[in-house]
């Protein structure tokens, strides 16, 4: 194996530090949306050993009755978007009419939906590990007017 030279490691010293400050100063300054560099927070919190495990997800029902998991791909919304504005969607389930015509937009020849839940699967736990038992709490629910 070939020794690194002294400009090789004055380099990888450089582009260490660089990279620190980068991450420091995001956590600092930064925001969510400035990954790598940004604060992370949204892995600051942590649940209890006994509380249960959230797990947000938006499904979209199609004028012939088939339920679509919605996503970045198929819809255009990314989960955190829906995590971080999910009081705003509660407040004001018609904002989930966006959702379907994202979806609509992005899969012009599928069926319109006529229907867009925001539900969010609560897994017990119990001293820090899945009991394999949910529920699903139904936050928002938009339907497409007649």
Not at 125 to 138: E, F, K, L, Q
Request: aromatic content about 6%; charged content about 25%.
């Amino acid at each position: 194996m070939a020794q690194l030279t002294a400009t090789g490691r004055a380099a990888r010293v450089v582009a260490t530090v660089v990279g620190a400050a980068l991450l420091l100063s995001g956590t600092v300054w930064g925001y969510d949306d400035k990954f790598p560099f940004g604060p992370f927070s949204m892995y600051a919190g942590v649940n209890g050993p006994n509380e249960p495990a959230p797990d947000t997800r938006v499904e979209g029902t199609d004028r012939t009755g088939r339920t679509i998991v919605l996503n970045e791909r198929n819809a255009g919304v990314r989960r955190a978007e829906i995590e971080g504005q999910e009081g705003s969607y509660v407040e004001d389930p018609t904002r989930l009419a966006r959702i379907a015509d994202g979806y609509q937009g992005l899969n012009p020849g599928a069926p319109p939906l006529v229907k867009v839940a925001l539900i969010v699967r609560l897994h017990e736990i119990h001293n820090s590990s899945a009991t394999g038992r949910w529920h699903d709490d139904v936050r928002a629910v938009w339907e497409r007017p007649a």
